[in-house]
């Protein structure tokens, strides 16, 4: 299946002063299949040592981290000629320290090597002090799920793109609309973690991808037990767990007594930011102010958890599939809550840094973003047709900023608030 991070990797081959490249992301979000395709695509000598599954490649890098000496084994041991058409991959590298150590000392050679790392709990070691990991040494790069857009691509309705792209720009109606948002319904399912995605188009069947996003599911608790603590195992557990429940609320801020009884932030702080660092959640943080610079009205205390993919979320809260692609209204209260998280999950992906707006219990603005110009954006989610927002209308009083509307109405601009389907997200940056 296509990837636009196949476009990170051809910029990266590209450069003449590459760093090594590593890319750290959430398991199965399809690391691992769409490097080894740009290397079989792209250099005639590919080495690929996957060091969780092999432990005794630690020992290439025991005595030293000379990159001359460790090739030059590396090449005796998988009989290969290791020239500038030659690509070492180097995945699952979390699971060996001294061969993320190594990047830095490929990166500092004379020589110019070819390598590329992936990782599933990277943000976790690069947070450890005790971990010896070669910051500013590394092109460092995340991927994240399937964005709808691939996903339409995945389907063969990559011909609909552009049209959804020009209807964006100048705010036309779009004949389309309702193909596009029964598509969208479907994206809602099934979600964005490739081996999920090519189950649903291959087979058709939501059972089969029910197992599927079970798994991931359980390989994420398994990474739990496997990469912290005891003690921080269970709380990871706990706040995995308890995510349906604080998104299942009209307040979905994070609530540490939803947890548990007596639950605390210093007790809470470091399981949360692991499973951010993990890939696992997004976390959405609270601004006071919606003026520039945006983050300097950040408030850390006050945020939202969501799960980084849509469809493991509807698996996770066991939504009715059948039902839902051919009348959304039995999603109930948690309409909204997917509408916004794939919202949340679109945004990121398009490398836009989104907060929420919650000056008083009565007010409450979905997203809002500052823009590479400088400006302020504030976004509403509507998950249906009615879209009359008093906290949008407040936000762009007190601050006179233009506005984007998120829902299933077509594309339209009024009163300053361009009107954008659910389903073109992706056209936003």
Known sequence: MKRDFEKVLLNWKLNKNKKPLLIQGARQVGKTYIVRKF???NYKNVVYLNFEENKSLNDIFINDLN???????IGVLYDVEVNEDTVFIFDEVQASERAITSLKYFEESDNLYNVIATGSMLGIYMNREEFSFPVGKVQLETMRPMTFKEF?????KSSIIKMIESSYKKNEYFPLHDMALGLYREYLLVGGMPEAVYTYISTNDLDKVRQVQNLINNSYIADMQKYASNEDSTKLYDIFKSIPVHLGKDN???KYSVIKSGARAKD?????????????????ERISEGSIPIAAYREPSFFKVYLSDVGLFSRMINMPYEKVLVDD???GIYKGTLAELYVLEELVASGV???YWNPNQNTELDFVYQSSQ????????????????KSLDKFMKKYGAEAIRLSTKNFGYEDGIKSVPLYATWCIR
């Open 374 to 389: 400088g400006e302020i954006i504030p976004i509403e989610v509507k998950s249906g047709q009615r879209t009359r927002s």
């Open 329 to 331: 209204k039995i999603l």
């Open 268 to 284: 809470y702080a470091y399981p949360i930011h692991w499973l951010e660092m993990s890939g696992i959640i997004n976390k959405l």
């Open 39 to 41: 290397a079989r695509e």
């Open 67 to 73: 990159p001359d000496r460790i090739v030059a084994v």
């Open 252 to 254: 979905k801020k994070f």
């Open 152 to 156: 339409l691509i995945a389907k063969g």
């Open 353 to 355: 840094e989104p907060y």
